[in-house]
Nanobody
């Protein structure tokens, strides 16, 4: 059982920055991978960043490489997505998700999801 709560979303002008947080409460479950996904109505969810909680490996979507950074605190109970140089096309509902066995870009591989936090980037 995992409970995930996102925070940090908001409205920002193009070129600005936001930091999203994901607080995780874990009960009898081992998280193998934490992912950040984003969704715009009418489109499929898009993987943004992945973090392997064991080895610390990170992966990013091509669209955000060099601008976004995923990280976690020392206790591994909170994950962050630092978003810099934001663009209007980054506007979406952002979700954090947890998977126990795989670390992929496929949303259905993640068992637990937060409720999402809205990010709006204006030009």
């Amino acid at each position: 059982q995992v409970q995930l709560v996102e925070s940090g979303g908001g409205s920002v002008q193009a070129g600005g920055s936001l930091r999203l947080s994901c607080a995780a409460s874990v009960y009898s479950y081992s998280i193998y991978c934490m992912g950040w996904f984003r969704h715009v109505p009418g489109k499929e969810r898009e993987g943004v960043a992945l973090l392997n909680t064991n080895g610390g490996g990170k992966r990013y979507a091509d669209s955000v490489k060099g601008r976004f950074t995923i990280s976690q605190d020392n206790g591994k109970n909170t994950q962050y997505l630092q978003m810099n140089s934001l663009k209007p096309e980054d506007s979406a509902m952002y979700y954090c998700a947890a998977a126990g066995r795989r670390c992929t870009w496929i949303p259905s591989d993640y068992r637990y999801w937060g409720q999402g936090t809205q990010v709006t980037v204006s030009s």
